[in-house]
């Protein structure tokens, strides 16, 4: 990827992450986290990288999530969850992958990103009512 475009990212992602810390709403800090998936895509539309395209439907797939549990009553009180756990984890896995690009002159590797992409699954997962159930059984740990 052009060194301008991962700056730009960078940049962006770091921002989000930011503003996500400073945040105690769950809705506000799903507002900067609709940054992850908005700005790969704008990024994608200046070059193809198949990694951005994975962060990029990752993400998205997260908020819908986040946001379609969120919008259903009741819901956010049936599952045995802690929701600050989740949003804590979301914003530290958003951080970790704006460090990702912040590094970009270092060597970064495959590893790291798809430790990154499984974060945010067990995020996703989580929120599921298998998933919160897992959770409170000690099996998927966040």
């Not at 990024?43 to 946001?67: G, R």
């Not at 009553?73 to 914003?91: A, E, Q, V």
Request: charged letters at 20%.
């Amino acid at each position: 990827m052009r060194k301008e475009i991962n700056q730009y990212i960078a940049e962006e992602y770091r921002y989000a992450v930011t503003k996500m810390q400073e945040l105690q709403q769950p809705n506000k800090k799903l507002f900067y986290f609709s940054v992850f998936f908005g700005v790969a895509q704008r990024a994608l539309n200046l070059e193809w990288n198949t990694d951005l395209a994975l962060v990029h439907m990752i993400t998205q797939n997260i908020h819908t999530q986040l946001n379609s549990t969120m919008q259903m009553p009741g819901t956010m009180n049936l599952l045995p969850l802690d929701w600050s756990l989740i949003y804590d984890k979301l914003t530290q896995s958003s951080s970790d992958l704006a460090s990702y690009f912040e590094e970009a002159d270092k060597e970064r590797s495959k590893e790291e990103l798809y430790r990154i992409f499984g974060c945010f699954a067990e995020i996703a997962y989580a929120i599921t009512g298998n998933g919160s159930y897992l959770h409170e059984k000690g099996l998927l740990k966040l």
